[in-house]
């Protein structure tokens, strides 16, 4: 198995601008402009398909805060949240990654498309496919809640000699 780049980068913790328990935000190693971050999780996953929802709700959220933070310092004057999922969309690492891009106006990175003109047919099949896949939208995976740690046997002596040492004092009391 090869290594991965993006994993790699986030054992690296003095590169890190955060992290969490799920994810690391750092400095695009090679930017498309200045300022460019890139929000990762940290369980590694090649697409955004491969995600946990409670994770990309994470790193959505960051990446809202990423994007105030990058008008804020850097005096951006407008930002695009975006990612590249998969080869054909120009994913260049086998590593699911949500990057802010700081704009600029004239700042010469060019992110429009001419818009394409579908005929009604073409728009209603698209349509119709889309609704039969989107069906189950709103049922969102949930993170599975953390088993809860039970006192050492040695931690529930000493809280039952705690207990009874007060009890004891209490009964002393006129």
Same mark, same amino acid.
């Given at each position: 198995m090869t290594t991965c780049e993006v994993c790699e980068l986030v054992k690296d913790k003095k590169k890190l601008l955060f992290e969490d328990d799920k994810l690391a935000i750092t400095l695009a190693p090679k930017p498309a402009v200045a300022g460019h971050v890139w929000l990762v999780p940290k369980e590694h996953a090649a697409i955004l398909e491969q995600v946990? +929802?409670? *994770?990309? =709700? /994470?790193?959505? +959220? /960051?990446?809202? /805060? *990423?994007s105030i933070a990058v008008f804020?310092?850097? =005096?951006?004057?407008?930002t695009n949240i975006m990612v590249s999922n998969g080869v054909a969309a120009g994913q260049s690492t086998n590593h699911c990654i949500v990057s802010v891009l700081p704009r600029r106006e004239n700042d010469g990175l060019n992110l429009a498309w001419q818009p394409k003109q579908l005929s009604e047919e073409e728009m209603s099949t698209i349509e119709l496919k889309l609704k039969e896949e989107t069906k189950n939208i709103g049922a969102f995976e949930k993170e599975k809640p953390k088993p809860k740690e039970l006192p050492k046997p040695e931690e529930v002596k000493e809280a039952e000699e705690e207990v009874n040492y007060l009890l004891k004092q209490l009964k002393r009391m006129p």
């Open positions: 946990p +929802d409670f *994770v990309t =709700g /994470k790193l959505f +959220d /960051k990446a809202n /805060k *990423v804020e310092a850097l =005096g951006a004057e407008g």
